[in-house]
């Protein structure tokens, strides 16, 4: 059914897992949720993605931090808490994503421009130490 919440570590060890399935969806998810299930990860364009409902772009759960610029996949639906924390991007585009968590852009000190899809909702403290950010909705 739905999930409210996927928590850090929740497949830590499990290196078994071989695919997440949640039939109704889930709220969030912290970003170390399959830490240790490297073959459940995919990176594309810097941005770092977990494989749930055998789609490989499900969750954003991290980014190469170096990056100017990040391109978040249409496929994605969900940007993990703390997906993007202490990224030294400065535009961000995540076109489809329905869910943006918490912290996902925390200290990001360059961040200027993060155009979110109209229908994304935001989690609590998701720029926090990133005052120079404004959001644009498409």
Known sequence: GYVN???????????????????DGVGEIDFGFLDGNSHLITEKDDVIYANVNGNPYYVAVGCNKDADTLFVEEDCEIIANFAFEDSNAKRVTIPNAKVIGKNAFKNCKNLTKVGLSKDAQILENCFEGSESASVVKF
């Open 5 to 23: 919440v996927i928590g850090s570590f929740f497949f830590f060890f499990c290196p078994n897992v071989e695919s997440v399935n949640i039939k």
